[in-house]
């Protein structure tokens, strides 16, 4: 599966912006698809998550309330839209595919193929 994400750019502080991630191939019904991202000097961590059949959604406490995490099913897409954008959420954004069940959507070891990354910077 390749991934290839899209969206991203430099916004001001309490700005928005909406990453789109497109997947060359379909997954199951047992797959999940997730946001990353990896700040300046700092270790990829999880921003969202979504299974790709059902209506679960995961996100990382720290974005809670500005991102969504939504899904298209016939255009093989995933979307993040991020609000209230803050310094803070600077950073280069990964979209991933995990392909089997897990209850774990948190860790980025869980995860089989990863997009190349698109860089979000938050001016204040």
């Known amino acids: 599966v390749q991934l290839q994400a899209s969206g991203g750019g430099l916004v001001q502080v309490g700005g928005s912006l909406r990453l789109s991630c497109a997947a060359s191939s379909r997954t199951s019904s047992r797959s999940a698809r997730a946001w990353f991202r990896q700040r300046p000097g700092k270790e990829r961590e999880f921003v969202a998550a979504i299974r790709w059949y059902g209506y679960s959604t995961f996100y990382a406490d720290s974005v809670k309330g500005r991102f969504t995490v939504s899904r298209d099913n016939p255009k093989n897409t995933i979307d993040l839209q991020m609000n209230s954008l803050k310094p803070e959420d600077t950073a280069v954004y990964y979209c991933?595919?995990?392909?089997?069940?897990?209850?774990?959507?948190?860790?980025?070891?869980?995860?089989?193929?990863w997009g190349q990354g698109t860089q979000v910077t938050v001016s204040s």
């Open positions: 991933a595919v995990r392909l089997n069940l897990s209850d774990n959507y948190y860790s980025a070891d869980e995860y089989d193929y």
